[in-house]
């Protein structure tokens, strides 16, 4: 049987009214085909679901709206990571990174684009279809020179009434396989934080270079 994939995205906000947030929400659907020569088959599946969000900084600084109160709106995974990334540097991003982004050469970039979660099914994996995906959005949503940012976190950790991580080994694997995950395609580590970031200043990897 073939495979075919296709991401249908919605938005929360017109992209072209300059919205400081915009709330991105994708289903990626399988398209399977096969059967024999008399008789073809066509079935659609779900195989996963993407989230993002994109943070605007200067029409936020326009309208003199803080960052992380403007992110809160979206949650408090959101409000983190503008918490981590702006500050009273000169370009408006934190002092302790704002370093960092200029040797990326995206220290006066204007967006944000956040991937907030990504899963895909179990009979789906295994064919770096969220890779795909993630690059797909990617350049569908960030204007040039966009930071863009993750924060690698395995979906099947298991936790006890308190909350607390029951198998701390196997986070620590899961930690490691998705930071390498990510790293093909371009991310690398915000230094002082758990997340992981790519520079749209790039040209991001097609897909025979990210690999199966």
Not at 90 to 119: N, Q
Not at 143 to 167: E, F, T, W
Request: aromatic share 10%; glycine share 8%; charged share 30%.
């Amino acid at each position: 049987m073939d495979h075919h994939y296709e991401t249908n995205y919605s938005v929360s906000r017109n992209l072209t009214n300059s919205a400081p947030v915009v709330a991105i929400d994708g289903t990626i659907v399988a398209k399977i085909y096969g059967g024999d020569d008399d008789e073809f088959d066509e079935k659609e599946t779900v195989a996963g679901t993407v989230s993002a969000q994109r943070i605007d900084y200067w029409t936020l600084s326009r309208k003199r709206i803080d960052p992380t109160w403007a992110a809160d709106e979206y949650g408090s995974d959101l409000c983190h990571v503008a918490e981590a990334l702006y500050g009273n540097g000169e370009s408006g991003w934190h002092p302790k990174i704002e370093k960092f982004l200029a040797d990326i050469e995206l220290c006066f970039a204007t967006d944000v684009l956040y991937l907030d979660k990504m899963e895909i099914e179990k009979e789906h994996r295994g064919i770096s279809l969220g890779l795909h995906v993630a690059r797909e959005t990617i350049e569908m949503f960030c204007k040039d020179r966009a930071l863009v940012i993750c924060h690698p976190y395995p979906m099947d950790v298991k936790r006890g009434a308190d909350n607390r991580v029951l198998d701390e080994e196997k986070l620590k694997v899961g930690h490691k396989k998705l930071r390498a995950y990510w790293e093909r395609l371009g991310f690398v580590n915000l230094p002082g934080t758990d997340y992981w970031v790519f520079s749209s200043a790039y040209d991001v990897p097609d897909i025979p270079a990210i690999g199966g």
